[in-house]
């Protein structure tokens, strides 16, 4: 068995920090990898992908993204930046090694045991940062089994290239699924449509030349009913009235939600040029294409299900008490939770970004291990 002080599971963007901010009060950690190399889930993702935040606000702790990398860094960039911050802290990661189960070892004192298919490491502290998105959701249709076409969801998706000349429908209507979309109809595709069963609200990513990320950080003061109605209004100048083009108003709003919008990275263009379709939810699944809630049928080449993720802790915990009914945790990220030395990293829902939230909670986290282990002695 190995030992670390601390365990962090998963060295994604929030993990790293979370080293990164341990590393800086003196706390060494073991950062467990189950890619093979850093920023692999990263990799994984479409070739068109870049961060839908600026470069100011998302580096993370005590390490900012360096001013040569533009304002929105491209999947590749940001994988760079991440090797860099390992780099400069010297973080132990240990890739290629995938926890297969985290377990309390003993109540008093706490410890615990991650599992790993090279042997178990035990730790006074383990940090859970495998993220929000780690197991893809891939809804039971009717008629999915029965369906010829090529059906995948959008964490397969990489590019265009293959869906050359063929119909494609897209499910889903979150940034995902609006920016697959929009490259299936830029680079090739016969035909695109989008079914959407809840109409999101859609924000330009730089209104009036700044940055949404930046007014969502100023808006995120206000009562989320003014935020709500101001992001409204501005979407509704910056990008006009999409109902024309049968996209229907949204059926949630940002900061009353508290879930973020799609970030509009050229969706609407698309839409507005008729490049992109709209459809209603999909119901059900035929040999050659899919059957809508208004019982319209169309022929379909290929189905993309841009339909979520969920987070695979209730497998990965046999700590279930620590996780709501939706498999997250229960406790803010970077705070202490109801099983003492199990900390959670970025499952934060947050209108201000993901990166910039990471950055927040690892330092909050860093403050609060250092409190329980000074506790513990």
């Known amino acids: 068995m190995s030992e670390s002080t601390v365990v962090i599971v998963g060295a994604g963007a929030a993990g ?12 060494e950690s073991v950062i467990l990898e189950e890619d093979e190399q850093l920023g692999g889930t990263w990799a994984r993702r479409y070739d ?4 839908h935040t600026v470069r100011g606000f998302s580096g993370l702790a005590h390490y900012s993204i360096p001013r ?3 304002k929105y860094l491209s999947r590749e960039q940001f994988i760079a930046y991440l090797g860099e911050y390992a780099k400069h802290f010297n973080l132990e990661v240990l890739t290629g090694c995938p926890v297969r189960k985290i377990r309390m070892k003993s109540a008093t004192p706490s410890s615990w045991l991650a599992a790993t298919a090279e042997g178990d490491w035990h730790s006074r502290v383990i940090v859970i940062a495998t993220g929000q998105y780690r197991n893809p959701i891939l809804p039971e249709w009717e008629g999915r089994d029965a369906y010829r076409g090529d059906l995948v969801h959008s964490s397969s998706y990489t590019s265009a290239l293959q869906y050359t000349r063929k119909r494609v429908l897209v499910v889903g209507a979150g940034n995902s699924g609006t920016e697959i979309a929009t490259d299936l109809a830029e680079n090739g595709a ?12 859609i924000v330009p990513r730089d209104p009036f030349g700044m940055p949404v990320q930046r007014t969502g950080i100023l808006l995120n003061f206000l009562p989320a009913a003014i935020a709500d109605r101001l992001g409204r209004l501005t979407a509704r100048i910056v990008l006009g009235d999409l109902t024309r083009y049968g996209l229907q108003a949204p059926k949630w709003m940002p900061y009353s939600a508290r879930r973020v919008p799609v970030i509009d990275v050229g969706f609407v263009k698309a839409l507005k040029q008729r490049l992109v379709q709209i459809r209603p939810a999909l119901e059900r699944l035929t040999t050659t294409g899919a059957v809508f809630a208004d019982q319209s049928a169309e022929p379909f080449d290929a189905i993309i299900a841009a339909t979520g993720f969920s987070t695979g802790l209730n497998e990965l915990l046999e ?11 229960l406790d803010p990220s970077g705070e202490p939770t109801g099983r003492p030395g199990i900390f959670f990293m970025g499952y934060t829902h947050s209108l201000r970004g993901h990166l910039f939230e990471a950055n927040l909670a690892s330092r909050r986290l860093a403050r609060n291990v250092e409190r329980y282990l000074q506790r513990a002695v």
Not at 16 to 27: D, E, F
Not at 48 to 51: A, E, I, P, S, T
Not at 192 to 201: Q, W
């Open 16 to 27: 790293l920090s979370a080293g990164g901010a341990l590393k800086r009060r003196g706390i």
């Open 48 to 51: 068109r992908l870049h961060l």
């Open 68 to 70: 040569g990398y533009p």
């Open 190 to 201: 016969a035909f695109v449509a989008l079914s959407i069963r809840t109409p999101p609200p």
């Open 319 to 329: 700590t279930n008490d620590v996780l709501n009914d939706s498999g997250e945790p």
